[in-house]
């Protein structure tokens, strides 16, 4: 089975798609000529040409508008944002059209629109450019929110959601772009809203999403040196997300830690645990624990941006800390 970056697999996906339906489209800024901030898009422009991969003007919102245009006139774009911190300039077009023109219209229309944008913090980027911006997007009806951790999940769910009607939010983590792992030749699209088991534990749930998915992994190793077992659940998809498939492993287990890379208020950590204690209370021995970057706009200092991001030891003690220990 070939291994694929994180960042080939996505390009692999796109190519795929683009040849297998002559209605996808990319478009954003710098990813034609210049391939993309972060080469996502290598060799598309060669492949498919400037009518269906081309630059465009340091316009977000022109860029989220002319997609939503694009797909109700019958094609499917995939619009690049550089980062998800630029979205915030298309807040507008993504919160206030796309997301709810299907549902205004009465299903009369699809809006078959993929917005990729790169995120998270580590990078030394500064607070401007180190966003975790899921829980906005997630908070809003109409959109589809994804967020693979893994190369074969992130071709699998892009294969997903450009075949998908409906307005999907693809959030790609910066740091993952050179994380390589196996993806089969054959793979399938990935249902959209169903979670991954990806270890098995009897002890304590972790259930993580994206880059939060490794260090999960990385805290259920050094915790299985301590004779604790920990499930690790992927989420994969953030809206929906599988709130049966987390349930059903805190039923298992008995004890849950919800890790996210974004502040703690109103985030994704806050809503898997509340429905985690709606559908599995009576099977909790111990309170959940949350574990989320800091709530704090994120430092330049890499010591102090570091301190501000969850690690594996976090998860760990809090792990320890739901165990009773």
């Not at 204690?277 to 570091?306: H, K, N, T, W």
Request: net charge negative.
């Amino acid at each position: 089975m070939p291994k694929l970056s994180y960042r080939e697999a996505i390009n692999q996906a796109l190519a795929e798609e683009m040849r297998r339906d002559d209605k996808v489209v990319l478009f954003g800024e710098d990813v034609a000529l210049y391939e993309g901030s972060f080469k996502v898009t290598k060799g598309l422009l060669k492949e498919f040409g400037a009518d269906r991969v081309f630059d465009t003007p340091i316009s977000e919102a022109a860029i989220v508008g002319m997609a939503t245009g694009a797909a109700m006139g019958g094609l499917r774009p995939v619009p690049e944002l550089m980062t998800v911190n630029f979205a915030y300039v298309a807040m507008d077009q993504i919160l206030n059209h796309l997301a709810l023109m299907r549902y205004m219209f009465g299903g009369q229309v699809t809006l078959p629109v993929t917005i990729r944008m790169p995120g998270g913090g580590g990078h030394q980027l500064g607070s401007q450019h180190s966003h975790s911006a899921e829980p906005i997007f997630v908070h809003t009806p109409g959109l589809i929110v994804v967020y693979p951790a893994t190369p074969a999940d992130a071709k699998a769910l892009l294969i997903a959601s450009i075949r998908d009607d409906n307005p999907v939010v693809f959030l790609e983590h910066e740091g993952l772009y050179n994380f390589e792992d196996e993806v089969p030749d054959d793979l399938e699209p990935a249902p959209l809203g169903q979670a991954a088991v990806v270890r098995e534990g009897a002890d304590v749930s972790i259930i993580g999403y994206g880059a939060m998915t490794h260090v999960a992994l990385e805290a259920a190793e050094t915790l299985a040196a301590e004779g604790v077992a920990a499930e690790v659940i992927d989420l994969r998809t953030l809206r929906p997300w599988d709130k049966q498939a987390v349930a059903a492993s805190v039923s298992e287990t008995h004890r849950a830690v919800v890790v996210e890379e974004c502040p703690p208020a109103c985030g994704i950590a806050a809503e898997v645990a509340t429905n985690i204690y709606e559908m599995a209370f009576d099977a909790l021995d111990a309170p959940i624990e949350r574990v989320s970057g800091a709530d704090c706009p994120l430092p330049y200092a890499r010591e102090l941006e570091q301190a501000c991001i969850p690690h594996a030891p976090d998860v760990v003690q809090a792990a320890l800390k739901a165990l009773g220990r």
